[in-house]
């Protein structure tokens, strides 16, 4: 028998345990069933597990269970990622605080602090290890990977080897997001947008008005760029020059028109340009072949070409350009009110400055990708892939986002100025460059040798490099890490390398891709589950990485989750502590079962969903309910003398069956089906709710009850084994705690089992119709008690008119007794003659009449309901007068207008129960 309270502290670990010894979450890479493959998105190695990878674990573990129940080689291959400058900031920022040192840069050196990041990542990776678990994740211990171990590297190196070969990898002058702060390039993903208000100048330019909220980079301009086809500055040709009294003196400065730079409604409808500091202005230049000055050093500094203002930081120095602009009577107006997106390193929490820098790139768009049979571009492929169907991404409607960032896809940068990652495979020879080698010229930022797009100073290896090999001379290896995505990128494929195979150095990619059995078996992976807010930064980049690498694609769909808010809809913040929920805290309270449903339940794929204590505790009750009709079931069939162990499925005859029972049975075989349909087709939150629904309503509350005093052990067995089984993949504690008591004998564990399939022998639609309107009834006299505030202990008659024959309802009267809580059941053929005091509700084929008479003081009830529609009729007056008023509607918030609304059609469905309640006690 089961205890008489669930305890998942003392389930949970007990039975994680028992899965890993088993070795159920291992995959066979040898087998010959369908493989359905997950790869991990795997976390930063930085320290917990927050709620956005609990909803990612639960959700991906639905999908491995399910998968596996289903006769697949599932394999779900979990690890954690190296998080380049995420990590490094983390330590550095740990050992300034906890040494005093003010740079520990300076005061370890590069291998050293190195090895100190790589101390406390392994710490903080076995603290994640242990979260994951906690979450019930059946993942593959056994293949673990880490984006920083000895095969991933060995890929890494491969990969920029062979890009740079094909000349996609290349070494230029082009702009890229800095960081003052932290000395290094950033990603856009490590960069988050603040809006502030700011003055929005504008200036005499020369004939010209230009405005700008950020003159303290205007020093080097020089070129006024318009549209083509604005009428107001028609007089003026492209390439046309004039002087124009400047910030420090007379400059003289080009007319450029450019359609597609400008926005002629915007401002003057024209602006000057500042290439170096500017993403658009630097694409601008590119196409006009325009020239570039720095204005701001890497410091966040006003360089030489500022004049009196060199030297001063930017901040400092904008108010006394300003300032000069006005006394030189060139400044036109002030806007005080205009606001702007500042973007902040999300790390070092500077102010990124977009600088032209010498890099490491990606082109991604030279059509050297062999890709079905043509040249592509990264950019094509990546397009191709989703416009053919490849890949599906869920929801589809993300597809629009994803081609709004591919189309705009600009060349990557993928060198950082740290030192934790996988350091650039790259190693100069000094004495190669000091050759005077013939043709050698930049052209457009990129190294050119005739056709070879190579430095000649350049070796690029996948192994260590002492000497040159041209001329033996000495090597420095190049300083820079890759970017985080860069590795990141090569997840899906470059974790199932065989590691055993790294060290042969005489293997290309092709052959350890080649003599890499789980590569074999499980690449493409099936789908990757992750965040829509890193659809771009790295399903985007896995894309491209892997369809060049391999030629394959990395997974078949891409399912998006959305973000975890609030109560009141607001992000969750680590900064402020009242807003988060720990799932480290909430599984001791509440256990992972109720954690994950309170996850899954009500969040639709792609939409951002609330989470809040009393939804878990909700989801506990759940567990708690199917524990007790759990125990319900063990106790009915003691009663009875069997023993569940012996009770085989498909060997136990199910004979003297009632209409209950048969309803059960088939209703199981409609929630297998729908079962099975949703979790094929991602639909998780809505099979939770089928799932929850049949469980605690359909089985629960109404074939249980009806089941006390006649229950049949055999179905009682049968259905529960089904709905554990079905729940597995959402509940996997509860469930495999539960089988334990009512598996036949050698049965073995849950997460071994097999998922229901639909038996049509047992399908009954008469008897489904037969108790659910059975369960219609005694749901409406409940319904009219509440709603005319009988007493819970009034005994009242009921009288049922049906409108054929009533022999079922007739049958079932003791039932209707008991759980609807009346003194006589009638059950008529023909309609009673309507009696005071008497409230119906009509159901279809079926009137319910409810005698009150003597049991509740009508006429108080009719006062208080004429006093009620009263109060609600000037409620809604109010909001009426509210959404009529256009004002409001101009001014209101979007959502503050749809409460209005919301208020208005509740409050109206209420007023009409009212009257409907008053119409029949009239």
């Known amino acids: 028998m089961l205890p008489k309270a669930y305890d998942p502290k003392a389930c949970e670990d007990k039975i994680y345990a028992m899965w890993e010894k088993s070795e159920a979450f291992t995959a066979d890479n040898m087998s010959k069933k369908e493989p359905f493959v997950i790869s991990m998105p795997p976390p930063n190695a930085t320290g917990q597990l927050h709620l956005g990878h609990a909803v990612m674990l639960a959700l991906e573990d639905i999908f491995t269970r399910f998968a596996r129940m289903q006769g697949k080689e599932a394999l779900w291959l979990p690890g954690t990622d190296h998080a380049a400058i995420a990590t490094e900031s983390v330590v550095i920022k740990k050992i300034q605080k906890e040494e005093m040192i003010k740079d520990p840069r300076v005061h370890y050196g590069r291998e050293n602090l190195v090895e100190k990041i790589a101390e406390f990542v392994e710490v903080s990776r076995n603290t994640i290890r242990s979260q994951v678990r906690k979450m019930g994740a059946s993942c593959d211990w056994s293949r673990e990977r880490y984006t920083l171990d000895a095969s991933l590297n060995r890929c890494v190196n491969e990969v920029f080897k062979k890009m740079y070969a094909d000349g996609l990898i290349y070494r230029g002058q082009r702009i890229v997001n800095w960081d003052p702060k932290m000395q290094t390039t950033v990603s856009d993903d490590e960069i988050e947008y603040k809006e502030e208000k700011v003055p929005f100048y504008t200036f005499q330019y020369g004939p010209f008005q230009i405005s700008t909220a950020r003159p303290e980079t205007k020093f080097g301009d020089k070129y006024v760029v318009m549209h083509p ?25 080009t007319v450029i028109k450019d359609k597609d730079a400008i926005d002629p409604a915007f401002g003057t409808g024209c602006m000057t340009i500042t290439p170096w500091h500017d993403m658009t202005d630097f694409d601008l230049a590119e196409r006009h072949d325009l020239e570039r000055e720095q204005i701001i050093d890497f410091t966040g500094k006003l360089l030489p070409v500022a004049g009196e203002f060199a030297g001063m930081p930017i901040e400092e120095a ?45 082109d991604v768009n030279k059509p050297v990708v062999a890709w079905k049979k043509k040249k592509m571009s990264l950019k094509q492929v990546m397009q191709d892939v989703i416009r053919s169907k490849d890949i599906r991404i869920i929801p589809e409607r993300f597809e629009k986002t994803y081609f709004h960032w591919i189309d705009n896809l600009r060349d990557w940068c993928i060198s950082r100025q740290i030192w934790w990652g ?42 260590t490099v002492e000497r040159c090999p041209r001329c033996d001379g000495s090597v420095t290896q190049d300083p820079d890490t890759l970017d985080t995505w860069f590795s990141s990128g090569l997840w899906t494929w470059s974790t199932l390398i065989n590691p055993a195979l790294v060290a042969d150095t005489s293997l290309s990619l092709q052959d350890l891709l080649k003599k890499s059995p789980d590569f074999q078996k499980f690449h493409p992976t099936t789908v990757m589950e992750t965040g829509y807010d890193i659809l ?97 079931v063990l106790m009915q069939c003691e009663k009875a003398g069997v023993d569940p162990m012996k009770m085989e ?3 136990w005859k199910m004979d003297n069956l009632s209409v209950a029972d048969r309803a059960l049975l088939s209703g199981l075989q409609r929630l297998i089906a729908d079962v099975t ?20 309503d359909y089985f629960c509350d109404w074939y249980l009850e009806l089941s006390k005093g006649e229950s049949n052990p055999v179905v009682l067995i049968h259905a529960l084994r089904t709905i554990v089984h079905l729940l597995h993949p959402y509940c996997p504690f509860v469930t495999e705690e539960i089988w334990a008591s009512i598996a036949p004998a050698g049965a073995g564990s849950l997460i071994r089992g097999s998922f229901p399939v639909v038996e049509k022998k047992l399908i009954d639609h008469a008897a489904e119709a037969q108790l659910q309107l059975l369960i219609d009834v005694i749901t409406a006299v409940r319904s009219l008690r509440a709603e005319y505030g009988v007493s819970p202990d009034a005994k009242i008659p009921v009288t049922v008119h049906v409108a054929s024959t009533g022999e079922f309802l007739l049958a079932h009267q003791s039932h209707i007794l008991r759980l609807a ?31 009150l008479e003597g049991v509740v003081d009508l006429e108080k009830v009719k006062t208080n309901l004429k006093e009620e529609r009263v109060q609600l009729q000037k409620f809604l007056a109010g909001v009426h007068a509210k959404l009529e008023n256009e004002q409001f509607i101009a001014r209101a918030k979007p959502e503050v207008v749809e409460t209005e609304k919301q208020k208005l059609a509740d409050g109206e469905a209420k007023l009409k129960k009212i009257e409907e309640r008053l119409k029949a006690l009239a």
């Open 229 to 253: 086809d604005d009428e107001r500055y028609k007089q003026y040709k492209d390439g046309d020059t004039f002087t124009a009294e400047w910030i420090n003196g007379p400059v003289k400065a």
């Open 318 to 362: 904008r108010p006394k350009v300003v300032e000069k602009l006005k006394k030189k009577g060139l400044l036109v107006k002030v806007d005080e009110n205009y606001v702007h997106r500042v973007a902040v390193s999300y790390r070092g929490k500077g102010i990124v400055e977009p600088q032209i820098k010498e890099q490491w790139f990606i």
């Open 422 to 463: 996988h350091r650039i495979p790259v190693y100069y020879c000094p004495k190669c460059a000091a050759v005077q080698s013939e043709g050698k010229k930049m052209e457009n930022g990129k190294w050119k040798m005739g056709n070879d797009a190579v430095d000649p100073s350049i070796i690029v290896s996948t192994q």
């Open 536 to 632: 771009f930064f790295w399903v985007a980049r896995m894309i491209l990485m892997t369809t060049y690498a391999t030629g394959q694609i990395p997974f078949k769909h891409v399912y998006l989750h959305g973000l975890v808010r609030t109560r009141d809809g607001k992000k969750m913040s680590k900064s402020d502590p009242a807003t988060c929920i720990d799932p480290l805290e909430i599984i001791p309270e509440y256990g992972a079962d109720a954690l994950r449903l309170s996850m899954i339940v009500g969040q639709s794929p792609g939409n951002d969903f609330r989470l809040y204590e009393e939804k878990i505790a909700g989801y506990r009750n759940f567990i708690n309910k199917l524990w007790n009709a759990s125990r319900f």
């Open 649 to 651: 499925n498909g060997k």
């Open 677 to 696: 349909d949703g979790l094929e087709h991602y639909r998780l939150s809505e099979t939770g709710e089928r799932l929850y629904g049949f469980v605690w």
């Open 821 to 851: 809580n009346v003194s006589a059941c009638e059950v008529v053929t023909k309609a009673p003659p309507h009696k005071r005091g008497t409230v119906s509700a009509f159901l279809k084929g079926v009137d319910i009449h409810l005698s």
